[in-house]
């Protein structure tokens, strides 16, 4: 495939923004990625998003968005795979630049979830599942995972408390990250006597949900080669999964995140020991563990002793959610690909401060739609 | 850009199908495009849809649908422009496989409207309007066109009964289309004497809405050189428009088509004189107008002289709506896009009996989102 850069990137804080309108919270990432870009304008933009129809009674987002961030006529449409939506999107546009059809483009993902009951909202984010026969029996999206995770403990042996590191280290990380909406230290007590949402999962092994917008500029990487900024796309896959949790023989191994990022490393010519950053899918505790597994940094059933052995910091081996990751920057579900990819380059470009990871050269950003149902991997590497 | 082919259609009647769910209904279509290519699955599907989180409570359609349809593991993602959401599906598709990313790709356009209640459709259809500045003001997707139809009629001097033969066209077409919804011959007088709905579109000016899936498969077309029924993809382009439409300075041109159809013009080589069959957006009869005055059929304020003048059946100068168009054969929102370009196809592969256009070579469809906000313009050409 053609080359990639990416040239610019923007976002927003992620907050209960309950003055700001779902456009102008997309506006708001596009225009400051065009701004980090240098440039103002884009020949196409993709937008990442799962629920406006559902939570804003908004569709097209392609056309309204384009519009408001000064883009009117281009080329815009809307990619929606659940809470994948962000990282679908980036992949389709930056399929839209490799196809040489057009020569730049804006990707943003965003969500508005907070105008709304959270009932509501419940009910929106169950629209990932399987509706006939996950839904329909009432089932909700934390539920399904909360049965994964019950799974794994007794698979493996593990307690609740072993996944305590993984929303340590993020809530550590988003302490400095000014666009992070929980930015408070946790403790191990804390982490143990938090409310319980679905046994097992508690509020403190769940990401919450937000209003947020993120976005970057993608051109040939070609057309910058003296760009000092640019950051270049070097692995790019996405596969599938069975909607419905009970469909698979495996509920504990995330196929479709084994196939995309097999294929990402296989593209980027490198293996899991070359990643230096990762931003992986922390929607609850469990699924950074499966994530860390199925991607080639643990053995199956061992993904979180990475967190015990505190492996996963900014300073350990594989550092993960450098940016606070879903649990504690947030998960404005359909924006948070776009978050991933953007904190990704931030590392690549080294503008982390205090979570920098020294050197970071190779970075990966995995994204997942439903209960592992549709997972996009991109690795993207440093200009020099 | 690669070329590419199309290899395989695929359709199912458009119809109030309460015994089948929306997943059955794009399986069915997309099967019907594998056995017509003679294949037994593609590497990655790409889906069109509007409404199914507001119909169905379901999301991550490409997930659900790959599953379903033999692809379990495959590639899959949802593409959203509102009514133009199956022709903005087929160009991501399109640019994935021009982009050298995916070998081939299924495309399919789907849409489930009739289990719910109607005022529950019409809020729905209201979503590709701007929420905050058309709906929230209570106007409805039909009241929209209808505020067009009426200034359009006031410019150019025109009464209701010339519209008449868009409808009747699309009507005597659709008698001869097994798939269509609507397959009875209308008269000059039942479309004067329809129920209003909203001053001046009256039923017979509005295309039915419906529950299908059309689908088709495309690959590289150097890959398929000896394929007899191949179609070539010889333009392809999409724009944009303000979402409202009373923020466009000029609401009797749709500047998205005219951007886009210029663009597929100059890419195909071509100009409106060689389209020999269009499958244009009627989804009321002032869009067919319009339509075709801005590709170039027409002078502006004459679009409807084309219909008086007997150009648009099938034996006329410029073919339209040969298969019923969007107002006989059915419009299920988001599936339209893909039931044109398969239409296309048809007329291309000479296979529409009763209304075939008599040696077509080169056929345009183009699917429009929302009142004109999302254009997408195709442009195909037969194999030999």
Sequence with gaps: MRSIAIIGIGQTKIDEHWDISLRDLAVEAVLAALHDAGRDSAEALFVGNMLSPLLS?????????????GLRGAEAVKVEAACASGGAAFRAGLMAVASGEVGSVLVVGVEKMTDM???DVTAALATAADADYEGKQGVSFVGLNALVMRRYMHEYGWKHADFAPFSINAHANAVHNPYARLRD??????????????????????SPIGDGAA?????????????????LVVGCASATDTIAVHSRREP????????SAKQ???????????IDVFELHDAFSIM????????????RGQGVRLGLDNEISPKGRIPVCT????????????????YQIVEVVQQLRAECGATQVDGARIGMAQNIGGSGATIVTHIFKRNS
């Excluded at 009674?57 to 056309?63: E, K, P, R, T, V």
């Excluded at 593209?267 to 020991?273: L, Y």
């Design 57 to 69: 009674g908004q569709n097209q987002l392609g056309a309204l968005i384009a519009d408001w961030a």
């Design 215 to 231: 976005a970057a500029l993608i051109v040939p990487a070609e057309s910058v080669t003296r760009n000092e900024k640019r950051v």
């Design 185 to 206: 230290l946790i403790t191990v007590e804390q982490f143990e006597k938090s409310s319980m949402v679905a046994t097992p999962i508690n509020l403190l092994d769940a």
């Design 323 to 338: 940016r606070g990751g879903l649990k504690a920057r947030g998960h404005p579900v359909g924006a948070t690909g776009m």
């Design 117 to 119: 009951a959270g009932h």
């Design 252 to 259: 504990l191994f995330l196929n479709a995140a084994y196939a």
């Design 288 to 299: 950074a563990a499966l994530s860390l597994e199925v991607c080639g940094f643990a053995e």
């Design 264 to 274: 990402a490393y296989s593209q980027a010519g490198i293996g899991p020991e070359n």
